[in-house]
């Protein structure tokens, strides 16, 4: 299944979107639930509770889209230098100070969670602050089942569902501070969506993370060239810590952002991003002037 959260009416609502994305069927959940999208259906199913009943169905189109997981209840997990060509693009600069071998362990920094927005909202420039704004495309794991210490082998188990992510970074607040949280943490600096496609229907290990600036495909790299697949990303980020229902890994972006670039090819006010996943969906956002 295909969970969206969205605004109709002036209020928050929860639903099942159908199988050919024409239609969302609002879930039955009570007022507070509804605030908190899509994690109210996982912590429901974590408990081992059945899905709510759903009402009668409404166009997609007249609804709008939030972020599947409006305010994630903590920190997201992200993973940086997963793609080897994206390794190489940045090796004189995001990675210079890192281990040589790309494959001795992942880097994993976080977002914080007031940093999500949803699949069409805009992203704000902080103007004053950073004047190199990139782009990031990457598949993003949701955990549905919590644990600690979890094995490779268990680890698909733990998986909800996937969603889309732009890992929005400020590359000269990232590269100045030395560690990646500030330049990765700006308001808006996450569009999350369009829903969050559920992992018996839909296949992360397979599947492909495209982007496109202003129309033109930047980015395109299958999620079978991670260096760390998922499952040892959750073996990796459980070690010794608590991982929760609702907790989101963003998996890394392939190669082609606008760092890479000989010159270096920074967003600026009016440039459009898109970022699909085939066979789950896509989020478009314009990036706008403006303090974050």
């Given amino acids: 299944m295909r969970i969206a959260s969205f605004m109709v009416n002036g209020g928050p609502e929860v639903g099942l979107v159908s199988g050919d994305g024409l239609t969302v069927a609002p879930l039955a959940l009570d007022a507070e639930e509804k605030r908190m999208g899509a994690q109210a259906v996982i912590d429901l199913l974590a408990a081992g509770l059945e899905l709510p009943e759903t009402g009668a169905a409404l166009p997609l189109a007249e609804v709008a889209l939030i972020a599947p997981l409006p305010r994630p209840r903590r920190n997201l997990w992200c993973v940086g230098r997963n793609y080897h060509a994206h390794a190489q693009e940045l090796s004189a600069s995001v990675f210079k100070d890192n281990d040589a071998n790309p494959e001795s362990w992942p880097i994993v920094f976080t977002k914080v969670p007031e940093c999500v927005v949803g699949p069409r909202d805009d992203v704000l420039l902080p103007v004053g602050i950073s004047a190199q704004i990139d782009y990031e495309a990457e598949l993003a794991v949701v955990i549905g089942k919590g644990g600690k210490n979890i094995p490779r082998a268990e680890a698909l188990d733990h998986v909800f569902g996937y969603t889309v992510v732009n890992d929005v970074t400020a590359r000269d607040v990232q590269m100045r501070h030395q560690q990646w949280d500030m330049g ?109």
């Avoid at 998996?251 to 082609?256: L, S, V, Y």
């Fill in 184 to 292: 990765k943490s700006f308001d808006t600096f996450c569009p999350m969506g369009p829903w969050i496609a559920t992992a018996d229907e839909f296949d992360g290990t397979r599947t492909r993370v495209r982007c496109w600036v202003n129309g033109e495909l930047r980015q395109d790299g299958p999620t079978e060239n991670m260096i760390f697949d998922i499952p040892s990303l959750i073996e990796t980020i459980s070690r010794g810590i608590t991982l929760y229902p609702g907790d989101v890994i963003a998996t890394g972006t392939p190669a082609g952002v606008g760092m890479g670039m000989q010159p270096p090819r920074y967003l600026g006010a009016g440039d459009v991003v898109r970022v699909e996943i085939e066979g789950l969906g896509a989020i478009e956002n314009t990036f706008v002037g403006g303090r974050s």
